[in-house]
């Protein structure tokens, strides 16, 4: 039987790491076999921030590369070199900032600081696909302008992260066939 740990804070107001409570409930008798973490978005946009376009000029050795520099919110605005073509000065944009990362195609790429033809880049503008909110690469996606600079974008899109249980029940727990049940045990522990 798998159980939602989400759905038993909604029961009972807990805050432990989720393999304490795989813990709790398997010394209560509930045996949890495995837990599995389930995100709405792959990597759950960890890392990813609103930024704030504040310069975009044309890349001195590229025509197709523009170099902005982008408030994330910190001491020093970051400069990133962007290949969209929609990119402008104004726009409040999604950044994936150094060391984050991405799950495009469900592989695994991690943002670093380099260079592009010269110029350096600290970050990434994303296009929607780059973060696994859709399917277009038409260009960057651009936000309403209330959105908060330097917010997570995981706070703007409410992506949730959860962990499901998968409890080994034996017939006479029936007591424990849903997640309520599930809950008494944990507080009972």
């Known amino acids: 039987m798998t159980i939602s740990y ?55 050795n590229a025509d197709r590369l523009k170099v902005t520099t982008v408030d994330v919110g910190q001491a020093e605005l970051l400069q990133i070199v962007c290949g969209a073509p929609n990119v402008a000065v104004g726009q409040k944009v999604l950044v994936a900032t150094v060391g984050t990362t991405l799950y495009a195609d469900d592989k695994p790429f991690v943002i670093k600081n380099g260079k592009i033809r010269g110029e350096e880049s600290n970050g990434m503008i994303c296009a929607e696909d780059e973060l696994g ?11 309403s302008a209330d959105a908060v600079v330097g917010s997570p974008a995981s706070a703007y899109f409410n992506i949730e992260t959860d962990y499901v249980f998968e409890i080994g029940l034996t017939p006479n727990r029936t007591d424990a066939m849903c997640h309520f049940g599930v809950a008494r045990d944990l507080r009972a522990g």
Do not use: F
């Open 6 to 60: 989400n759905w038993l804070k909604a029961y009972l107001p807990v805050n432990l790491p989720a393999e304490k409570v795989a813990e709790i409930l398997t010394d209560t008798g509930l045996e949890v076999e495995g837990i599995e973490k389930v995100e709405s978005v792959k990597g759950g946009l960890e890392g990813v921030v609103i930024g704030h376009v504040k310069t975009c000029v044309q890349h001195p």
């Open 133 to 143: 909110l859709g399917k277009s690469h038409d260009g960057i996606m651009i936000l």
